[in-house]
């Protein structure tokens, strides 16, 4: 591909590189003690996890008070104003929000004590939280003094009182939607002693698991790597779809490579100069069926043509912000149905604020969108960037350029703000609609011929938010929202959420649901640190394990693999051939409010493939595992009463090795860790990369048929 449609991939690979630009970067951590042998752990089935006290940064906990959707300024802000001004003469500390009613607060070397106390003085603040992390990983974890207790079911309410009562523990509520789980409070703020707690709890009889309540950020990971540009079919939506066969088709429906990947591979072999040159060729309804390149897709147009398109399935999306009233998912929106709905309820629920209180619903809120409060953070961040000259984008955020700056001393000061303009806008405003993205991957639908297509178009996606801003969740919403899911009545589970710490608490619960619903499936992505082993939570047993793959049908290099995986799917790689190599979804930068006082673009800003990023391309097993969810919604919608069990055997067996290749990079790899004895002999490398092989949605929707 020539200039104009390459242009964008520079920039695009320098931040995939810079995988720690903005966040705390990794210094030197010191161990706090604990009563045995002076390390800090928790258990995870009898194992140490060793964790580390981060002395770079602290966590606030804000008390709670009532800012959510009024539009308000949000406490992070209001905190970073206050500590402006530095304290002996360094620069003013980076708040960052975890979620609503937690905050990180960087911490110039020497400031530690001195801004501790400069915090708390603030009205609005309740405590401050040590910051842990584990070796090797960059994660945000905070222990604050919670833990998630799951009794054994025969033991009494006066046995679990007592219980409670010897370890200074008091209920917090119930956990809903679970049986015999809770959330508890200790009495202690201290990291060490909450976790002494805990990991003392897993030995007293009638307690089946104990572990800290965890508030976690996710690092910046494969996941949210996007590219740009735009493109098109033009050709009509089919409006009168059959009961057994459905042929949608949008302007967009030609990038969309990972359903059906032969019309623009075609076209990348051709001498195509311009964008809308690729326009033109993708146009060609004979595109198709000229050249004999290979299929790296996972066939979801042929499936198209024998299948329902997933009617009457029902996908749950537990994720980040969903904006579900983007034009191409508003029609595929579940409606809960359930006796038991809160107030408001209607369109799914969002459990990120969390919340103590013993009504339900007052633990979370009705709408999973946006609100005007993080629309008021992220919007001056992204208005910042199209308003502010070089000079004074720099000057707003020192910080920021500061550590651009340390890691690219060359770079200058145009070239420093452009890296700033292209952070913000593509993470820290984009990727925050992370589960608008992965929606639009099951089951988007245009109303028209313009728009994106997910992979079973005539599916129901129910919305369930857990993570706050910048990636912050605790694990009493997860585990929540996981019963809530299948309790309102979800055929399928997609977790695109990957690298959180394991706790058998959360195993436990998904177990839990599993077994109550022997009909649900839980897909959820493999991880995105190129590791040998499969990342939690697809690496508990009964979770379907998605990798991803590139339009060459590699192993996309960031996709992790190995023991635990079970199929892989498109997840897109930016790199190859380059912003096409992404998955077309849905975004939600086009919200009026972010275009306040901005004229309309006139050329690409970000990884958007429209001006204003109503569609974005995406990277990641984020985007691999839905596209999974989707095709087993295609498979459902062909069969609603067929099981777990066989539904799972069906797709692991239709899926294949066809079109997929090992790269040189890998094939060395495999041979590397066969003399490491990190992989049998008996695990073929094909199997070791792409477990059972690349999904076949055609395939497996006829297997449901004829069984």
Known sequence: MKRSITSGILLTGFVWSSLGLFSIPPQVTAIAQTQENGNLFYLYKGQRIPLNQRQDAIAVAFKKVATRRLGGQPLYLQLQQALQGGIRGTNPPKVSPLGENYALVSLPKGTGEALQQRIQQQPYVQTTLPVLSRSQRQEIIVIPNEIIVSFEPKISESQRQTILQQNNLAVVRPLRFNRDRYLVKSTSTDAAKVL??????????????????????????????????????????????????????????????????????????????????????????????????????????????????????????????IQWDHPDLADNLYTVKAADKCPGEVHGWDFSAGGDSTDPCNNGDADTRINPTELASLGSKFQDTFQLSDAKLIQQYPQEALEVKQQNPDYSLEQIADVLRYVFRTYKVGGEFHGTYVSGTIAAKPKDSQGIVGVAPNAKILPVRIFGLNGSYVPSAYIEAIGYAADRGADIINLSLGSTLPTQGEEEAIADVLKANPKLVIVAAAGNENSSQVSFPAAYTGVVAVGATNIVGNRAPYSNYGKGLDVVAPGGDLDTPGLLGGIPTTGGTWLDAFWQGIPNPKSRWSAVVDPRGRYWWVQGTSFSSPAVAGVVALMKGENREISRERLVNILKSTASYQGLNITEEDAKLYLSQQKQGGVSSSVKEQQYFFGRGLVNADAAVQAVKQR
Not at 234 to 257: D, E, H, M, V, Y
């Open 196 to 321: 002494s707690i805990a990991n003392q709890l897993n030995s007293v009889k009638g307690v089946s698991s104990a572990a800290p309540n965890f508030i976690q950020s996710i690092t910046e990971t494969g996941d949210w790597r996007l590219g740009t540009r735009d493109g098109g079919l033009g050709k009509s939506f089919a409006s009168n779809q059959s009961r057994r066969s459905i042929s949608p088709k949008t302007n967009l429906l030609g990038l969309a490579w990972h359903l059906d990947s032969l019309p623009l591979k075609q076209c990348l072999q051709q001498s195509i100069s311009d964008w809308e040159s690729l326009q033109t060729c993708l146009q060609q309804p004979s595109a198709a069926t000229k050249s004999a390149v290979s299929r790296t897709d996972i066939r979801v147009t042929d499936a198209w043509k024998r299948s329902n398109g997933g009617r009457g399935v029902v996908v749950a999306v537990i994720d980040s912000l």
